[in-house]
């Protein structure tokens, strides 16, 4: 894929286990697209890379990612205007859900997003605002939004 080259100084690459033996990776294309490849036993290479559609960031942007369930999958990552956004995927899911913009927030295009998942289903986020200030954002069940 003449996007996405390793180590032709793109930012992180994040690696999540969703499930026992099962990996996904995640980094940014020199398009600036979030792209996702995967592997489980029985593979004998890497499966992907396949863009997440629907968000552009800056080339060498981070991607954090977070399994917050069992085979549930969410990624974070800054967009061109600032704001943090989020996807998701889950067993049955045809493609990616979002992305979904995360509060009025804005950051440097490069931020670092830290994502825990505390328990099952929730999720916390922090980010360093533009006046150097630690934020946060909560997620779980039942919230029609982000909180904070």
């Not at 990996?23 to 020199?30: C, N, R, Y």
């Not at 085979?71 to 996807?87: C, Q």
């Not at 099952?120 to 779980?140: C, H, I, P, R």
Request: net charge negative; charged share 20%.
């Amino acid at each position: 894929m003449s996007n996405f080259a390793p180590g032709a100084g793109l930012g992180p690459a994040t690696i999540i286990s969703r499930s026992t033996d099962q990996l996904d990776i995640f980094a940014v294309g020199l398009d600036g697209r979030v792209y996702t490849a995967a592997w489980q036993p029985g593979d004998t290479t890497w499966r992907g890379w396949w863009p997440i559609e629907g968000l552009e960031v800056a080339p060498c942007a981070p991607v954090t990612a977070v399994s917050r369930a069992k085979d549930k999958l969410d990624i974070f990552a800054v967009g061109l205007d600032g704001r943090v956004y989020t996807a998701a995927w889950q067993p049955g899911d045809p493609a990616w859900r979002g992305w979904w913009p995360i509060g009025e927030l804005t950051t440097t295009l490069h931020a670092p997003i830290a994502a825990i998942s505390r328990a099952t289903d929730k999720l916390d986020l922090f980010v360093l605002g533009l006046d150097s200030q630690v934020y946060t954002a909560a997620w779980e069940p039942g919230d029609a939004d982000w909180r904070g």
